[in-house]
């Protein structure tokens, strides 16, 4: 299972505070998507980056922000600003350039706000 | 922007029968179909994906197939086996154009029992 990891496994967070999800990918993709899934729920695109330095928003991006400055890595930050951030978030990268193709995902991170 | 529709949420079967997922989608635009399986906890997995101009496709006990005017396609997995348990989603690529995101069904959890 590796080429694509997310670190913490879990995470906790108090209420008022900012945290960043990592996710790095060795597999020399250019395109890399952060998800947010609920339970019982399908995922949910937040942001994704097609290239390095150029990202755009998903479906839910309010309250999150993403970088790219590196081609291997796509950081998320969960800010004060989402209501209700206790979600499993998964990271994926995909390498088929100019087209669909498979998105590999990571083993995710479980974000808990006490 | 694509929608992706998924039935049904839960499906119970015997080992050793077939088991059917299906999914419609909205944006005639979109040209990949993947199938992903997750296992409690874990990350998503590929289990088998088609593209817009091919009708079906099989990989031993799985099978997908589309029908692009009708813009719906489903999963097939014959002769289930306890392992074959788990949450499976169906999605939708936007194609280069929408930046190939995903848009994914609700998840159908899928019992197979002894």
């Known amino acids: 299972d590796g080429g694509i990891t997310q670190s913490p496994k879990y995470l906790f967070r108090k209420e008022g505070q900012n945290v960043t999800l990592s996710c790095e990918q060795n597999l020399n993709h250019d395109a890399m998507y952060w998800y947010r899934q609920d339970p019982g729920q399908g995922l949910r695109l937040i942001y994704y980056s097609q290239i390095v330095n150029d990202f755009q928003k998903g479906d839910i991006a309010e309250g999150y922000s993403v970088s790219r400055e590196k081609k291997e890595s796509f950081p998320l930050t969960v800010t004060s600003a989402q209501k209700n951030p206790t979600a499993f978030y998964l990271c994926?990268?995909?390498?088929?350039?100019?087209?669909?193709?498979?998105?590999?995902f990571g083993p995710g991170t479980r974000l808990t706000v006490l | 922007g694509e929608n992706v529709e998924q039935h049904p949420s839960t499906l119970s079967v015997q080992e050793g029968d077939s088991a059917v997922i299906k999914c419609t989608y909205s944006?005639?635009?979109?040209?990949?179909f993947p199938w992903y399986k997750q296992e409690l906890g874990k990350r998503p997995q590929l289990i088998i994906d088609i593209r817009s101009n091919v009708g079906e496709k099989k990989d031993q006990r799985i099978a997908v197939t589309l029908n692009k005017t009708a813009k719906h396609f489903s999963l097939h997995i014959t002769e289930t086996q306890p392992e074959d348990s788990a949450v499976y989603f169906c999605a939708a690529s936007s194609g280069p154009g929408g930046g190939n995101k995903l848009t994914f069904g609700t998840g159908t959890q899928l019992k197979v029992e002894l």
């Open positions: 944006d005639s635009a979109s040209n990949y």
């Open positions: 994926a990268s995909r390498g088929t350039s100019g087209g669909a193709g498979e998105q590999f």
